[in-house]
């Protein structure tokens, strides 16, 4: 069984203008946490899957609108868990979302 050692949840309004901040803060907020120690190569890769998780929040649930979003980053001993959820208008078909490939925009492929 897991311990949890620290929790942190972060809420926010989230746009396109202020991502990059919540990001930094996330981000920021991981690297100072005692017990974890992540490379560059690992810092870049959680940076990478925050911003694209937040990318498909306001491009998908909010469709480039401000909306609410909460981080919630939880340490187990060594395990570094990243929770984000978002009240947007959710997948409107959940079967062909996870298909490799679908996405609902012309210029965008989805992981499936």
Known sequence: MKKLNTQVTI???IS???KDALIN???SYIEKIDGI???SEQKNDVKTCITEALNNVISFAYLDTEGKIE???SVYDS???IKIKDWGRGILDVKAAR???FSTK???SGLG
């Open 71 to 73: 981080i919630r980053i």
């Open 106 to 108: 012309p210029d965008h």
């Open 37 to 39: 120690s992540l490379n």
């Open 25 to 27: 803060g996330a981000m």
């Open 99 to 101: 298909e490799p490939l």
């Open 16 to 18: 396109t203008k202020d």
């Open 11 to 13: 809420r926010s309004i």
């Open 79 to 81: 395990f570094l868990e």
